[in-house]
């Protein structure tokens, strides 16, 4: 049995894969997101670790006690500050975070190689710049910042004693030359940091330590080996079998993100895309990723007085469809590909006397599947273009956004067993490997599920409401500005 943990930014999710590789058992812990401020979002480190014990034990205990290894996914780019005790010095400032637009102007000046070390253009999300924030705005706890720490690797702390990460995950920092696979010096020292102050690097299969003798009691567990794991992206990547290039899949979780698996670095970062480390040796990927994408249903959930997302898609199957329907920009937390915009702001338009809950709805729907077709045609222009598309994440479990995406992107959707675990699954395939080895026999995709195909009409009906779309942020881009 193998143990895969995923620290998202909603719960925490734990699964039990077999020694056949199959799906054993699942369970998750909610957690809460704090906004303090304008474009801030921030999570309390040892909430994770109340979360991943929640999780694990929600597990039966005699498939705990067969667990071979264990493997760690989590969201990425996490600001953990640690003191010399590591323990932290203010909450962990998170991916969908903004405040650090101006520090990645700073960031780049300092370091005018940023983009060709890293593959990327400094984005407000990232670590790095939230470093330069911490420096500028809380200097008493900058100097007494000995270590950073992502998500996943907070938890990894706790349960092993270890300071280590995955080299896919510490793509996402800024600090890392993605190409050569290794700390980076020059981004380093362009945030006032050494290479003292981060974790020991590693490929996503390789054991980084062992649970704790107190923590593997706990959980009813030998003093098992961890894996390094991955970046949830890349980790869902490895549960999906989307490794090879060329393949892709599409998450719907808190955000969403297009993922294409590549043989070498494929950077192109003056469009907002990503290019980081697979989670598995001598591979990349590139990625484009839109902040707010099933969050914007919990949101539209709670604004329209509905009891969850089940009654939101429900209510959005009673929309009128023609071209009153109003256009909703997903931008609640600003934007990353292709706008690259902390700013950016949510917008329904097109409203009229006849709008009502069900057509805000499914705008809010069709929002979502829009700013993932400009994260797909970001991709195109860097090189890739995918023919089919695996789905994975939370809201993959819908048929109905489901047939609404296929046509938004004008591709097949795949769905496969595990889709929607699929970066804890992948943590779990990546514990296997550290125990096993045989990546092209651990590795393989999960079976099919069920196919969503495009329907001609809907996907003429998106071809028109796309171009809408993009005019529409282009026309208000200047007054997201002022936003404070």
């Known amino acids: 049995m193998y143990l895969g943990i995923d620290i998202g930014t909603s719960a925490v999710k734990a699964v039990l894969l077999d020694e056949e590789g199959r799906l054993r058992g699942e369970g998750s812990a909610p957690m809460s997101v704090s906004r303090p401020g304008p474009l801030m979002s921030e999570q309390d480190p040892d909430d994770w670790w109340r979360a991943t014990e929640a999780a694990v034990l929600s597990l039966p205990a005699a498939d705990r006690r067969a667990v071979r290894a264990v493997g760690l996914a989590g969201q990425m780019h996490g600001a953990t500050l640690l003191d010399d005790a590591d323990r932290p010095l203010r909450p962990a400032i998170l991916w969908n975070d903004g405040r650090s637009g101006a520090e990645c102007r700073l960031l780049e000046e300092a370091e005018p190689g940023t983009r060709r070390i890293t593959g990327n253009a400094a984005m407000a999300g990232f670590t790095a710049p939230k470093l330069l924030w911490v420096r500028e705005h809380e200097p008493d706890l900058f100097q007494r910042t000995r270590t950073v720490l992502l998500p996943k690797d907070y938890v990894r702390l706790q349960m092993t004693g270890e300071k280590a990460t995955d080299v896919s995950d510490a793509s996402g920092t800024l600090w890392l030359d993605v190409e050569a696979r290794t700390w980076s010096p020059a981004m380093l020292a362009a945030t006032g940091l050494g290479v003292d102050a981060m974790p020991r690097l590693h490929e996503g299969p390789e054991a980084t330590g062992t649970l704790r003798r107190t923590v593997a009691a706990r959980w009813g567990m030998d003093e098992v080996p961890v894996a390094a794991g991955g970046g949830d992206n890349a980790a869902a990547a490895v549960g999906l079998g989307v490794v090879d290039p060329g393949d892709c899949f599409l998450s719907l979780g808190t955000s969403g993100v297009c993922f294409v698996a590549t043989d070498r670095l494929h950077a192109a970062p003056d469009n907002g895309l990503h290019a980081f480390c697979h989670a598995l040796p001598g591979r990349w990927h590139q990625m484009s990723v839109m ?81 993932l077709r400009d994260g797909l045609d970001t991709i195109a222009a860097a090189g890739s273009s995918p023919e089919t598309i695996t789905m994975a994440g939370g809201g993959s479990r819908s048929s109905f956004w489901g047939a609404i995406i296929a046509a938004a992107l004008d591709r097949p959707l795949v769905f496969r067993e595990a889709g929607a675990v699929g970066p804890a699954f992948g943590a779990a395939r990546l514990a296997r490997l550290c125990v096993e080895g045989h990546a092209d026999a651990v590795i393989q995709p999960p079976a099919v599920t069920g196919i969503e195909e495009p329907d001609a009409g809907r996907a003429a009906h998106f071809a028109e409401r796309q171009q809408r779309f993009r005019a529409l942020y282009l026309a208000l881009q200047p007054h997201f500005r002022g936003r404070p």
């Open 291 to 371: 902040l707010s994408a099933a969050a914007c249903l919990d949101w539209a959930a709670a604004l329209l007085g509905l009891d969850d997302v089940p009654a939101l898609l429900a209510a959005a199957e009673q929309a009128r469809t023609d071209r009153s329907l109003p256009i909703f920009l997903p931008y609640l937390s600003g934007e990353r590909t292709p706008h690259a915009d902390p700013h950016a702001q949510g917008v329904f338009f097109g409203m009229t006397a006849t709008t009502g809950a069900p057509e805000l709805a499914l705008s809010v729907l069709e929002g979502v599947a829009m700013g």
